[in-house]
């Protein structure tokens, strides 16, 4: 069986909507990615150096990273020489394996959130405009929306508007916020909502952060105390530290997971607006070269288009119309 049956098999398994969206999502990235992939087997007789070099030049445009395309090249010549592939078009089948091999390693659902039987508290960083309240907001819509009690934590108390825009996630998703007046200490909101979340029973606390403070070391030692407080009163919590990155900063993005990873323990990556980027292989970047789990991508405006991360409805997404092609011939 063709690895594009396979592929088409496993993500049919989950359902149709989850498909639509990641395919959807990735429509700016699959028309610039595949479009080149395409036209590059299309002119090509044989699979050679300069195949090879043009593919490179293809894969480092869609931001898959300088070393993510240098290691996923070298595997591509062995399976292709093991194989004895002559054809081009057999090799966006190699492609399109090797990605999902190279996202998720040795390990299967990277990708889960890490539930406590009791609260499970996730916090939740990254620079300001990247789309961190949203993220916060549809997160409380999709655990609400599995009958968990949520509630959410003001701790961005220095940015305009922040505590503000986070009741209106709160008003709309119909979850409780725990807040302090703009300006208050970000640890002493942390400290109110876990205790509140303790006596409401809650099943999950989604913490809000500071996304910039006067420098890159003060907003590093503010989150520092925020973890510190909530780990003092929740041995082991926060249970996930998910940084929210802009896909469509491509490179830029790579630089924040790098210095965020420096000064937190980052358990997760959620990227947003990847629907807004023809440069969708940032994931593997990020994946491979930091060694972060991407847990969640925004897939779109609507309340539900922040989906769980998922390796083959990715690629599925990335190659869509080769993989049903295929399957109708």
Same mark, same amino acid.
Do not use: S, Y
């Given at each position: 069986m063709s690895f594009f049956k396979k592929l088409k098999e496993k993500i049919t398994k989950q359902t149709d909507t989850v498909t639509e969206k990641f395919k959807d999502g990735l429509t700016k990235t699959r028309?610039?990615?595949s479009g080149k992939v395409n036209d590059l087997v299309a002119r090509y007789r044989k699979v050679d150096e300069d195949f090879f070099e043009e593919l490179e030049e293809i894969l480092i445009g869609a931001d898959v990273g300088f070393d993510t395309v240098m290691e996923l090249i070298d595997e591509l010549k062995m399976e292709v020489k093991r194989k004895n592939i002559q054809d081009p078009e057999a090799v966006q089948a190699v492609i399109s394996e090797k990605l999902v091999e190279i996202y998720k390693g040795d390990e299967d659902e990277v990708n889960t959130i890490h539930m406590q039987d009791g609260l499970t508290v996730i916090l939740f960083v990254?620079?300001? $405009?990247v789309g961190k309240t949203t993220t916060i907001g549809k997160l409380a819509h999709k655990y609400k929306s599995e009958g968990k009690k949520v509630l959410l934590a003001a701790g961005d108390t220095f940015?305009?508007?922040a505590i503000e825009q986070l009741e209106v996630w709160g008003d709309r998703v119909g979850v409780e916020v725990i807040k302090q007046s703009a300006g208050s200490d970000p640890a002493a909101v942390m400290y109110d909502a876990v205790q509140a979340a303790k006596s409401r029973n809650a099943d999950i606390?989604?913490?809000d952060t500071a996304g910039r403070l006067q420098n890159k070391v003060n907003l590093m030692k503010e989150l520092e105390k925020v973890k510190r407080v909530i780990e003092r009163e929740i041995?082991?919590?926060p249970h996930e530290v998910l940084l929210v990155l802009d896909a469509t900063t491509g490179q830029n993005a790579m630089v924040q997971a790098k210095t965020f990873k420096e000064a937190t323990d980052v358990s997760g990556i959620v990227l947003t607006k990847l629907? $807004?980027?023809?440069?969708?292989g940032i994931v593997l970047a990020i994946r491979n070269e930091l060694q972060i789990p991407v847990k969640f991508v925004g897939l779109g405006e609507k309340m539900d288009d922040l989906q769980q991360f998922d390796a083959e409805q990715y690629v599925y997404g990335l190659f869509a119309d080769l993989v049903d092609?295929?399957?109708?011939e």
């Open positions: 028309d610039n990615f990254g620079v300001n $405009g940015r305009a508007g606390l989604l913490c041995p082991g919590a629907d $807004g980027t023809a440069k969708g092609k295929e399957l109708q």
